[in-house]
Structure formats: structure tokens, C-alpha cells
T-cell receptor, first 116, second 113 residues
Framework: GAGVSQSPRYKVAKRGQDVALRCDPI?????LFWYQQALGQGPEFLTY????????KSGLPSDRFFAERPEGSVSTLKIQRTQQEDSAVYLC??????????????FGPGTRLTVL | QQQVKQSPQSLIVQKGGISIINCAYE??????FPWYQQFPGKGPALLIA?????SEKKEGRFTISFNKSAKQFSLHIMDSQPGDSATYFC????????????FGTGTKLQVIP
């Protein structure tokens, strides 16, 4: 595809519901990142995958957040028992490689999650 | 802990003027400093970036100035245009490894005709 795509673009959930957010990275990109962007703030790192391996999940706010990338391409971010503080835009980014000099991260448009 | 501080939070500039956004960082392990531009409903897009061994980098109307000793860097947008109206984020990362990006809080720029 031409870029990183994310679905759904908008999600409204009732407090306590589970949600799943999908990211389709650029084909062939090794690295995949999830970021959380609260209203009026900069994105904050959640987790990182190199191919199918989740190498860093230090930014996940709680054990209600879970991410996977089973075949090293598409990734899913799952949030269980959503809370109002989970309301944010969830951004996915991919880059061609890992390591070495800086590898540009290409961001998707994000999924705006609103928890009522 | 806010590792990258950014100011101002918002900025209004007249068309043709200079927009200036300032950032400061704390972690001396950072060695790559990108700036991102974000339009409403879109993800951030890389605009320009600099390494600390360079004091200035210019690409078109966009210039980054870097002061390593002060741990500060800034973005200058010359001849600002209405199409430049967007939110700008300074950021920092470490080369090598997987390079997770630490973002500033953002500056919402409005360029008025």
C-alpha cells in the first residue's frame, strides 16, 4: 500500500468494553510502533515490534493493554475493560529497518478512541 | 517525566513572517532530533531532522538550530504560509536499536493571511 493504514478511524466504546485496533504497516517494514496521543499532547510510546517479536512494551499503561503482530505484518492493539482515561488517538508507525542510523518512522492516521 | 519540553503551546504568525518554536531536552543519550508536522486527522510526518554534531540544518524555508551545550534546539519557518498551519512536534531519539521517539507537547501554528 501507499502508506500505513489504521482501522477503524473512529471507535466509541462504553466503559468496560473491549476494543481492538488494527494497523497495516507499509509492506516489508520490519519495525512497528504504537503510540498514544492524548488530546493536545504529543504522542507517547506504547510498544515496539521487530517483525513478530515484541521487544519493548514498557509504555503500555496497564495490563489491560495488549498488542500482537503474529506474522510480522499486521498488528492489533487490544484494550480490555476500557476506561475513560483510555480515550485518545492511537497511532501506529512503521520503519523499514531497525538499528543503525535513524530509520524514518511513517505514521498512520490514527484511531480516535472515545470511551463513554 | 517530560524529557522533551516545547514552547510555545500555540503561535499565531502573519503570512510572510517567521515562526519560531523552541525545545529543550534532558537525556544526553539522545543523538537524533526530528521535527514532525501534523495536520488535523492525520498522523505526524517527518519534516526535518538534525544530529547534535551539526549546529544548523536548512531545508527550504525550514531551519533547525541546535545548541548541544544548552541542550536546546529550535525550528524556524521562514516566509510562513497559511499552508504551514499545523501542529509541530519536536522530538528526540537514539540511533541504533529500534529508535523509539520521545515527542514534545506540540505547538499549534496558525498563519493568518
Amino acid at each position: 500500500g501507499a502508506g500505513v493504514s489504521q482501522s477503524p478511524r473512529y471507535k466509541v466504546a462504553k466503559r468496560g468494553q473491549d476494543v481492538a485496533l488494527r494497523c497495516d504497516p507499509i509492506s516489508g517494514h520490519v519495525s512497528l510502533f504504537w503510540y498514544q496521543q492524548a488530546l493536545g499532547q504529543g504522542p507517547e510510546f506504547l510498544t515496539y515490534f521487530q517483525n513478530e517479536a515484541q521487544l519493548d512494551k514498557s509504555g503500555l499503561p496497564s495490563d489491560r493493554f495488549f498488542a500482537e503482530r503474529p506474522e510480522g505484518s499486521v498488528s492489533t492493539l487490544k484494550i480490555q475493560r476500557t476506561q475513560q482515561e483510555d480515550s485518545a488517538v492511537y497511532l501506529c508507525a512503521s520503519s523499514l529497518q531497525a538499528g543503525g542510523s535513524y530509520n524514518e518512522q511513517f505514521f498512520g492516521p490514527g484511531t480516535r478512541l472515545t470511551v463513554l | 517525566q517530560q524529557q522533551v519540553k516545547q514552547s510555545p503551546q500555540s503561535l499565531i504568525v502573519q503570512k510572510g513572517g517567521i515562526s519560531i518554536i523552541n525545545c529543550a531536552y534532558e537525556n544526553t543519550a539522545f543523538d537524533y532530533f526530528p521535527w514532525y508536522q501534523q495536520f488535523p486527522g492525520k498522523g505526524p510526518a517527518l519534516l526535518i531532522a538534525i544530529r547534535p554534531d551539526v549546529s544548523e540544518k536548512k531545508e527550504g524555508r525550514f531551519t533547525i538550530s541546535f545548541n548541544k551545550s544548552a541542550k536546546q534546539f529550535s525550528l524556524h519557518i521562514m516566509d510562513s504560509q497559511p499552508g504551514d498551519s499545523a501542529t509541530y512536534f519536536c522530538a528526540a531519539t537514539r540511533s541504533g536499536g529500534y529508535q523509539k521517539v520521545t515527542f514534545g507537547t506540540g505547538t499549534k501554528l496558525q498563519v493568518i493571511p
